[in-house]
């Protein structure tokens, strides 16, 4: 008995079974990127791409088997289950990798503020800190699309601003420790004075800028995402996180790194002051002798003030590494 062929068309059931697999990935896609040009286009994009590539495969086992009845159309439903399976696992894979980069970079954070209240230096720790953040968000990048991924990559710029500015300010605040650096026995030239104060004035001038961009951050990462819609569930979370790691640390930043611009202004007063009386002072068994008490009250008063300032600075260095 000969078969009956008919053309190559989609059943009922190939319809449905479709327009559900489209709406519920529509539902999950625009749900977290938001209703806009750009992720409207992108999902159409997708699915145009997915049809095309259920179509073909349908229609060449149709035309393999002969042109037999329902052919095309059984493939098509195996060829539809196969992919959402491929999907889900593929989206199982994205959600694991990603929260392997979420986790890499709450370790991170973990690990450095440990380092800080063990006292480890500071500079390394931080850039390795800032290495591990790095590879925490490229591996989320990596796994995200759209929108989420440029959510993603803006933060990575971010980041690479706000380490520029963190490392030279370190740098800054370590070259204060020198051994050169306050060593009163080495003051006896005005080469040395003048090489003292510029790298004291450097110390200020990098914790000025620190405290300018600290203040100017969000407006920063708003102006990075610009482009991406407001409805963005990832740039939601951003936001959402540094609003409030901002309205916790503000409080607690302001006089820290005022009291690294006091600390510096009154070395370099020292330094000054120093330098303005240099006739009328000796250093001899690690003790500064003035010609006069006038001059040995002014230097103490001085010293009364950087001794202030450290203090502050410790207190407070420990306050803003708990809220890190």
Known sequence: MKENKIGFRLSKVN???????????????????GVNGFSLGF????????????????????????KKPYAGTYTFNGVLIFMCLGMMTEIGNINRERSEGVEALTNSIS????KIINEEDGLSAYQEHSANIDNGLSKIIANSTGNDQKVYQNLQKFTYINNAVMINWQKAFDSVSATRILDYSVLNNQAEFEYQIDVLEHYKEQSKLYR????????????????????????????????????????????????????????????????????KWSYSDDEIIFDNTELEGKFNEIIDLIIEDEDQINELTDSLVEVI
């Open 15 to 33: 319809w449905i079974l479709a327009l559900i697999v489209i709406g519920i990935s529509s539902f999950i896609f625009l749900k977290r990127d």
């Open 43 to 66: 999902l159409s994009a997708s699915i145009g791409l997915r049809a095309l590539i259920l179509l073909f495969f349908a229609f060449m086992v149709y035309l393999i088997k002969g």
């Open 111 to 114: 690990d450095y503020k440990d």
């Open 212 to 279: 300018d961009h600290f203040y100017k951050r969000k407006s920063i990462i708003d102006d990075l995402n610009d482009n991406i819609p407001k409805s963005n569930l990832t740039l939601k979370g951003v936001m959402k996180g540094i609003n409030n790691k901002d309205s916790i640390q503000k409080p607690i930043f302001k006089p820290f790194i005022q009291s690294h611009i006091n600390y510096s202004e009154n070395l370099i007063a020292m330094i000054n002051f120093l330098q303005k009386n240099n006739e």
